[in-house]
């Protein structure tokens, strides 16, 4: 399975991704600067990425915990998750997302 991620620079990357991994620890293990402060506790909103249209849909629907820690995102937009919060699994192999900007 892999993943693709579009970096702050518009550099696409392939990643192999595993079964029951966070999108965010494939990210983080890879060495793209994805913060995940909090290491995945929904508690942080720097792994905010945005999905690619194609796969938002396909996606599980956000728990209330995401919702309300997305809503302390910087620059939000309808596709945006939090990357911690997506496990990979075989119905996303192929799943595209960009990293979304994180203020210092
Ligand atoms: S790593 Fe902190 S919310 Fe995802």
Known sequence: M??????FDGTEH????LEGWRVMEIIR???????????GACS???CHVYVDEEWF???RPMEPEEEE???EAY?????SRLSCQILMGEELDGLK????????
């Open 57 to 59: 849909g396909k996606l």
């Open 29 to 39: 293990d890879y060495g793209l600067p994805i913060k995940a402060e909090c290491g």
């Open 14 to 17: 392939e990643l192999e991704a």
């Open 69 to 71: 820690m997305l809503d």
């Open 97 to 104: 997302v960009t990293l979304a900007p994180n203020p210092d």
């Open 75 to 79: 620059d939000v937009k309808d596709n």
């Open 44 to 46: 942080c909103a720097t």
């Open 2 to 7: 892999r993943i693709f991620v579009t970096d």
